[in-house]
């Protein structure tokens, strides 16, 4: 019914399947690498961190029984000061790298707006629709046209 009543007002609708954007789009491939590049060292780090305290913690675990108090108890002190460090460090990293990925996210989103409205308006479309869509036909499908106009945005810039 609503298709028919489209037909007979003369409405064209599209739809951007967004998943397949976000995975194939240059743009998303490019903001993911500098993500991870920008937090690759920090991982690492923590990587670093985690298997020197999951030694330090075989140490206390294989040599706590021989050592005296003393020596027992600064160990101890220095696993349970590395947890928490670790956690903390966890902590932050998960935090920026999550306002990181939104900021990209956001830009990433602008520039496929940007490509939707001039594909839109370029091919006559009064609605482009990108979620809780049921069921489309490849005939509205404008992916592969906003994934060229995307990758078309890159290539100046290469």
């Not at 009064?126 to 979620?131: Q, R, Y």
Request: net charge positive; glycine share 2%; no cysteine.
């Amino acid at each position: 019914m609503v298709s028919t009543l489209a037909a007979e007002v003369g409405v064209r609708v599209g739809f951007v399947d967004m998943p397949r954007i976000l995975a194939e789009s240059p743009q998303m491939q490019t903001a993911r690498a500098r993500i991870e590049q920008r937090f690759r060292s920090r991982n690492n780090d923590l990587s670093r961190r985690e298997g020197t305290l999951k030694a330090l913690e075989e140490q206390l675990r294989r040599d706590a029984l021989t050592m005296n108090k003393t020596e027992s108890d600064a160990l101890s002190k220095t696993v349970l000061d590395e947890r928490r460090e670790i956690r903390r460090l966890r902590e932050s990293l998960r935090s920026e790298f999550k306002a990181r990925s939104d900021e990209e996210l956001n830009q990433v989103a602008q520039d496929l707006n940007q490509a939707v409205r001039e594909i839109a308006e370029v091919e006559g479309f009064d609605i482009v629709l990108t979620a809780n869509v049921v069921y489309y036909s490849k005939r509205v499908d404008v992916t592969e046209r906003v994934l060229a106009r995307l990758k078309q945005a890159v290539e100046p810039s290469r």
